[in-house]
């Protein structure tokens, strides 16, 4: 029913800064709450950043806090990862999660993210 596509990573730097977006569509959905996960190689899927669709809180794991920023659209049913500081540490593939009103998950197909030092 809901289609979740990211897009914006890359290779760059240590230091450098990186900007993801996620767009999702569909025939129709109400958007609770949209986020970033990230998995490295050999390791779980853990949270980055959520914010939800109305009152726009965010949530933030502490390892990217003051670093990352995320931000939405809502007429464009879009979200964005803002990344800065980038250390090697946060390689991974990126993947957008959207909750929608009615309680289901979709999943993007993820976007790498590459930091070289």
């Known amino acids: 029913q809901v289609q979740v596509v990211e897009s914006g990573g890359g290779l760059v730097q240590v230091g450098g800064s990186l900007r993801l977006s996620c767009a999702a569509s569909?025939?129709?959905?109400?958007?609770?709450?949209m986020g970033w996960f990230r998995q490295a190689p050999g390791k779980e899927r853990e949270l980055a950043a959520t914010?939800?669709?109305?009152?726009?809180?965010?949530t933030y794991a502490d390892s990217v806090k003051g670093r990352f920023t995320i931000s939405k659209d809502n007429d464009k049913n879009t979200v964005y990862l803002q990344m800065n500081s980038l250390r090697p540490d946060d390689t991974a593939v990126y993947y957008c999660?959207?909750?929608?009103?009615?309680?289901?998950?979709?999943w993007g197909q993820g976007t790498q993210v590459t930091v070289s030092s």
């Open positions: 569909g025939r129709t959905f109400s958007i609770a709450i």
């Open positions: 999660r959207v909750l929608t009103t009615w309680g289901n998950v979709y």
């Open positions: 914010v939800t669709w109305t009152a726009g809180i965010t």
